[in-house]
């Protein structure tokens, strides 16, 4: 694969932080990928591993709570806030160019491709090499164009899509919309014309955000999509893990939800950027704190948090919830 060694020499491990990083040049085919079929978990990582790793097994698949919301500073700047919650977490920082495409910034988990504490990436040479399968398994990201797009989990939107469209899967939307969404108009436009399907068996919804302060959720109930728009209605846009298009709310996170809202509309959605980590501080995952033991978030924490400004092309990351301690990062 071209690019696959000048990528793979990029790689690095920040010290004393559970935080990689990886300028991502390589060739990884997403139209290949496309045609060539990702309607299943296992279809999707089986092609993934044919283009990128010759063959090596791995997994793709997403999994998580999370919390995310949209805020803009004094200044007028548009942020796009987000914490990754997860029972363990390996965050990888990826800048990606591709050959046709917007250059983007995001963030995934080595944990949904494999890595574990026993299973380090720098390890070994063929566990850097696995790393490039990264780039399919995006959770949230902002691409040059000021457009940012994360995935949380919402238990009751299961959603397998068969309308004769191309099939992708959770991860896969989120690398297309980063690579080929210059806005949130664009990104509704590129979702209406693919089969959503769902990783795992647990339902998500998409929450879209642009630097014009256009935003949106994208949910699906019974296999149709649902746009939610950023309006009079919803003044104080965020999301958490509940379904927020029908009248049952069903799904988990209100309390995190009423953190942000509240927070929100006590500013009017106005906080600069420390304002904003602040607010992802606050609203940071405590499984033990708020579910009964065997609850499928019992022992899930937040593993991430990012504030991106979509103005500036610029991200703030805070690893572990050791928010004293922030990384920045540029496209």
Not at 210 to 230: F, Q, T
Not at 311 to 317: D, F, L, M, Q, R
Request: net charge negative; glycine share 8%; hydrophobic share 35%.
């Amino acid at each position: 694969m071209k690019g696959t060694f000048k990528t793979l020499r990029t790689f690095k491990k920040l010290p004393d932080i559970s935080l990689y990083t990886m300028d991502y040049m390589a060739d990884y085919q997403l139209e290949r990928l496309i045609s060539m079929g990702a309607g299943s978990d296992g279809e999707f990582a089986g092609n993934v591993c044919k283009i990128l790793l010759n063959g090596l097994p791995v997994k793709v698949k997403p999994e998580g709570a999370c919390s995310t919301f949209v805020a803009t500073t004094p200044e007028n700047e548009s942020l796009f806030a987000r914490n990754f919650d997860y029972r363990s977490g390996m965050a990888m920082l990826l800048r990606t160019t591709p050959g046709s495409g917007y250059r983007s910034l995001s963030l995934s988990n080595l944990g949904h491709i494999g890595f574990d504490k026993d299973h380090l990436p720098e390890k070994s040479p063929i566990n850097r090499f696995k790393t490039l399968a990264s780039v399919y398994s995006p959770l949230d990201g902002m691409n040059e164009k000021g457009f940012a797009v994360a995935v949380n989990t919402a238990v009751e939107q299961i959603t397998h899509q068969d309308t004769g469209k191309p099939k992708v899967m959770t991860t896969l939307a989120i690398r297309m919309l980063l690579d080929n969404a210059a806005d949130v108009e664009e990104g509704i436009r590129i979702l209406k014309d693919v089969d959503m399907n769902s990783s795992g068996k647990i339902g998500y919804h998409f929450h879209l955000a642009d630097r014009k302060g256009d935003s949106a959720v994208i949910e699906y109930i019974d296999n149709k999509m649902v746009v939610i728009r950023k309006d009079n209605t919803h003044p104080c846009f965020c999301l958490t893990n509940f379904t927020v298009s029908t009248d049952e709310k069903n799904g988990t996170g209100k309390e995190r939800f009423e953190i942000m809202e509240d927070r929100l509309k006590e500013t009017d959605s106005i906080l600069n950027e420390k304002e904003a980590m602040e607010l992802l501080d606050r609203a940071q995952m405590d499984g033990h704190k708020y579910y009964e033991p065997g609850h499928m978030y019992y022992d899930s924490k937040t593993q991430w948090s990012v504030v991106y400004n979509l103005s500036k092309c610029t991200a703030t990351v805070s690893v572990g919830s050791d928010f004293g301690r922030i990384c920045n990062f540029s496209l």
